[in-house]
Nanobody, 119 residues
Framework: QVQLVESGGGLVQPGGSLRLSCAASGNMSGIYLMAWYRQAPGKQRELVATIANGGRTDYKDSVKGRFIISRDNAKSTVYLQMNSLKPEDTAVYFC?????????????WGQGTQVTVSS
């Protein structure tokens, strides 16, 4: 079992920055990628950024050049540095980790952290 705990959300003005953290605990075997999703009110949850165990990253087009996903393996923590924030970035941000092992699979989600971009 893996627990994912997000932190770092809050209220920020347009153009500002926030750094989200996702602290993972438990048995991380079978987890080869971690990701950040977000869900705005009335909208579907969408993938924002991914980072594989080897360090490869990928981003949603609308956040490329503004957001950076990174990880600290020693701390079992994944970060999302968000710069040049826009009102349309307002959402609940979730940490996500799919797992697969021995022919089985599943997924873990954090509880989410609210990010509000507003003047």
């Amino acid at each position: 079992q893996v627990q994912l705990v997000e932190s770092g959300g809050g209220l920020v003005q347009p153009g500002g920055s926030l750094r989200l953290s996702c602290a993972a605990s438990g048995n991380m075997s079978g987890i080869y990628l971690m990701a950040w999703y977000r869900q705005a009110p009335g909208k579907q949850r969408e993938l924002v950024a991914t980072i594989a165990n080897g360090g490869r990253t990928d981003y949603k087009d609308s956040v490329k050049g503004r957001f950076i996903i990174s990880r600290d393996n020693a701390k079992s923590t994944v970060y999302l540095q968000m710069n040049s924030l826009k009102p349309e970035d307002t959402a609940v941000y979730f940490c996500y980790a799919p797992w697969s092992a021995a022919g089985q699979g599943g997924q873990y989600w954090g509880q989410g952290t609210q990010v509000t971009v507003s003047s």
